[in-house]
Nanobody
C-alpha cells in the first residue's frame, strides 16, 4: 500500500518561511510526478508546484520567486521551501504523487494535508 506523509506545516508571520516535506512509502516501483497542491477555505484545490521525473519544476504564477520545490528520488521525498509567505498563502497543503507500484499501474496518491497559516 502506497502512502504519502507530509510534515512541516504551522503558523508563521507574513514574510517568514516554512519548509514542507513529503515522504512516499510502500511498494513503489517508480514515481513519475511529485508535487504540492493547496486548498484554502471556500476555494478549490490548486496546483502550487510539481516536478515531473527530473525535468525543470513547474510553479503556479502566485508562488514564482518565493517557493522552491525539490525532490530526492533516492528517498522518495519531495520538499517545498516557502519563503516570503503572505497571508493569502494560508491553506491546507497536500502532497501528490503519480506512482507506479508493484500492485497497481500509474496512479495518483494524496497525502492527508498539512495546515499552513500565515498571519499578517
Amino acid at each position: 500500500q502506497v502512502q504519502l506523509l507530509e510534515s512541516g506545516g504551522g503558523l508563521v508571520q507574513a514574510g517568514g518561511s516554512l519548509r514542507l516535506s513529503c515522504a512516499a512509502s510502500g511498494n513503489i516501483l517508480w514515481i513519475k510526478v511529485m508535487g504540492w497542491y493547496r486548498q484554502a477555505p471556500g476555494k478549490q484545490r490548486e496546483l502550487v508546484a510539481q516536478i515531473v521525473e527530473s525535468r525543470r519544476p513547474n510553479y503556479a504564477d502566485f508562488v514564482k520567486g518565493r517557493f522552491t520545490i525539490s525532490r530526492d528520488n533516492a528517498k522518495n521525498m519531495v520538499y517545498l521551501q516557502m519563503d516570503s509567505l503572505k497571508p493569502e498563502d494560508t491553506a491546507v497543503y497536500y502532497c501528490s504523487a503519480d506512482i507506479w507500484s508493484s500492485r497497481t499501474n500509474l496512479q495518483t496518491y494524496w497525502g492527508q494535508g498539512t495546515q499552513v497559516t500565515v498571519s499578517s
